[in-house]
Structures are given as C-alpha cells and as structure tokens.
C-alpha cells in the first residue's frame, strides 16, 4: 500500500517556521543556561484577560451548573447575542450586514485554513510574498497551485492587482503579518473590482483590525462590490487578548454566489458538517468584549502595545535602519542590518545581544533580507531590546 497518504504534504516545509526558531533558541539556552533572552518575536499577546470578559466568563461558567441555565449544543452559527454584538461592531465602521452573514468561529486561523473547502482543487490561489504562512500551507496541504504576488519595498508591501494578475482566490490581510502594511480605501477598491471583473473570491484577513489608528478600512465591506466578491475572517485573539480563549467571526454574506452557488449556503453547509460551534462561556465572554466597558478595557491594552510598537519605530528610526509597520500594527517589519540574510541576523541578535526576533525569510521568499519584531512582548522588553540592539549595531 503507498497511496494511502496524502502527498500534497511533501510540498510544505516539513517544520513550521515557529519551531525551527523554538529550537534554535532552545539550543542556545541548552549551551548558555545564564543568558537572559528577550523575546521579540512572539505572535501572542502577553497582556491578561480583561475584567468584563473574566466576570461574564465566571457568570457563564455558573450557567453550566443549573439545569435551567445549562446549555448543551448551541446554534450552528454562534448565538444571537454575540452575533448581534459583532453587527453593532461593524455598523460603527459604517458597514452594515445580516445577521445571518455573521458565523462565529474558534478564531481566524482554523477558518482561513477551512474557507477552501469551498473550492475547487484546481483553483489558483493567490498569495503576497511574504505572507502568513497558514494561507499557503494549508492550501498546498490540500493539492492546490499556488501563485506569490510580490509585497516588496517599492509596493510597501502591500501588493495591487496588475492587468496580468490571475488567479481565482486570493488572500488579502491588513494590517498585515509579518511586514505590518495596511491597505488603504482606493487600495482595496482595486482588489474588489478586480475580484469583481474576474470572477474570483477574496478571502480577507482582519485580524489585526484592532490596532489601526490612522484612516484606514478596518473592514472590506467598507468598499463597494466587496459583498459580491469577499469573505471576512477577524478574530478576538488579538483585539481582546483572547489567543487562549479561542473565539472569532467570519463574514459569509449571503449575497456572495459563484456558478450558480450561493457561498454562504455552501459554508454553513460545511461548518454544520464538520463544526459544533464555540463554548458557550466563550462566547458570553465575547459578547462582554463588545460592551462599552469592554471595548474600552481592550482599547487600553492595545493602546499598550503600541507604545512598545513605538519604542522600537523610534529606535530603528534614531538608528536609520529601514523599516515599516509598528503604526496600525504590532509587528515592525525592518530591514536587516550589516548585509546579513534573515537567518544570519537571527543567529547573530540571539548569539550577541540575546534577542529574539523572526526571520524574514520564513514568511516567503521576499521576505529575505527582512526581520520581523513583534511589540506584544511590551514596553519594558521592547525597550531593553532596543538599548541591545543599539549596543550591538555600534559595536
Ligand atoms: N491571521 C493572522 C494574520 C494572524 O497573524 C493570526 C495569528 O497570529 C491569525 C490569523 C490567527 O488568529 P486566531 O488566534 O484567531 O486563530
């Protein structure tokens, strides 16, 4: 028997990015046990659960305990009352759904690795270069070709479509993992009428949405058309500190439909086949996350992060190094220094100044040369790590 397997797995990279950076580290601490290591390269947050999200957690829980208040399965799509908290959500950006386009989710990555389902295995997926590395590996992981647009410095990394550009999805995320590029209104409306003309799906990534301060779309639907050719994936992971609570939302709008099908039938017809939906006490401590109160409890903590976001702009600026992101995002995406390729710089920062950073190179082939700091490690660290790196570059 060799056929058995699926063989499409030969073509991703056998070891995630994250562990092969996890095991260089945890050889350097094995050799150098007194090193005090800074970690810049993590995608988590650090900062704790809010208060009104722990008290409707607690009261949630206690549901549980009471046969009259005990919830067993709940509605495929999420409940109500999270859903109508995540449409009061996107009416303050201007934008206005059906509850029934709003499908509550254990987070973004599980649906951006699922949404394909929807699609054929001969469809032509489009992908930025560097990007995040779930689009890709779960698209090859299922046989599909996949096709890399450029995000380079001259395009801010942040890629448009050209009028040889092909494909029949394509994943678009703003504020962007790893280089921190947003797209702006005119940008999207690019893609939307390109997706439009050609008949393609944009999968969209929000999931960083949170952290945008300048004026910028915090949702696709704030473009004209995207109805007809977009599907949004957002998260509370990032907004609300939930990575440890798992819970998001995607965005199937009913009126998205391609040969005759209507995508949001298709994707509650899948969701109901493979899915069971979220706990009931995340999703009561979700809803707390869309309060006032809520809401403004995470604005706080993001407010936070983009300090130590700030201290590093800051630093790479005093110090001229090229860089972008740090501003609507948390990740600063830099240029590495000295002529080094990314995995020399991460050797060569982990080695001599005891920082922990993420190679460039792991994100896509563009990405050589680059290096990806993350400011959830926060304001004391981003600090320390930039008075080293500083140390470091003058040495
Ligand atoms: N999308 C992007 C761009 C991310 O960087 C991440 C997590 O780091 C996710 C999605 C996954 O989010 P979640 O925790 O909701 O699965």
Same mark, same amino acid.
């Given at each position: ?112 690795? =699922? /949404?394909? &389902? !929807? ?12 990007? %995040? @590395?779930?689009? +890709? ?124 099908? =209507? /995508?949001? &039938? !298709? ?12 706990? %009931? @006490?995340?999703? +009561? ?111």
């Amino acid at each position: 028997m060799d056929h058995i397997i699926n063989h499409s797995f030969d073509a991703i990279p056998k070891s995630y990015l994250f562990s092969e950076v996890a095991r260089r580290v945890a050889a350097f601490r094995a050799a150098h046990p007194e090193s005090e290591l800074i970690p810049m390269g993590i995608g988590d947050v650090t900062r704790p659960l809010r208060r009104p999200v722990i008290e409707a957690l607690k009261k949630a829980a206690e549901e549980q305990a009471h046969a009259d208040s005990f919830h067993g399965y709940g509605p495929e799509q999420g409940y109500d009352f999270l859903r109508e908290a995540v449409l009061r959500h996107y009416a303050g950006f201007g934008v206005r759904l059906a509850l029934e386009d709003i499908f509550i989710s254990d987070g973004a990555k599980s649906d951006l690795g =699922n /949404l394909p &389902d !929807l699609f054929s295995e001969n469809c032509v997926v489009l992908l930025p270069d560097p990007v %995040y @590395p779930v689009y +890709r590996d779960s698209n090859l992981m299922a046989g599909r070709k996949v096709k890399y647009l450029a995000a380079t410095r001259e395009n801010g990394f942040a890629p448009l479509p050209g009028k040889d550009t092909r494909g029949d999805l394509v994943y678009l995320c703003s504020p962007a993992n790893p280089t921190g590029a947003a797209y702006t209104r005119e940008q999207l409306k690019l893609w939307v009428d390109w997706a439009l003309a050609s008949g393609a799906v944009i999968l969209y990534d929000a999931a960083y949405e949170c952290f945008i301060q300048d004026d910028l779309p915090h949702s696709i639907y704030e473009v004209e058309g995207a109805r007809e050719c977009a599907i949004e994936v957002c998260s509370l992971s990032k907004t609300a500190g939930f990575t440890g609570m798992r819970c998001g939302y995607t965005i199937v709008p009913h009126e998205l439909a391609r040969e005759g099908q =209507n /995508l949001h &039938d !298709l994707w509650l017809r899948r969701q109901c086949t493979k899915m069971n939906g979220v706990a %009931y @006490p995340i999703q +009561r401590a979700a809803e707390a996350v869309f309060t006032a109160e809520g809401m403004a409890a995470c604005k706080e903590d993001i407010a936070a992060y983009l300090r130590a976001a700030a201290i590093v702009a800051d630093t790479l600026d005093e110090l001229g190094v090229w860089y972008c992101g740090g501003k609507n995002s948390p990740y600063i995406w830099m240029e590495c220094p000295k002529g080094l390729d990314s995995w020399q710089f991460f050797d060569a920062l982990l080695e001599e100044a005891g920082i922990i950073g993420t190679p460039g190179c792991g994100f896509g082939e563009q990405g050589e040369g680059y290096f990806r700091l993350s400011a959830f490690s926060g304001e004391a660290n981003a600090r320390a790590a930039m008075e080293r790196l500083r140390a470091w570059l003058q040495s």
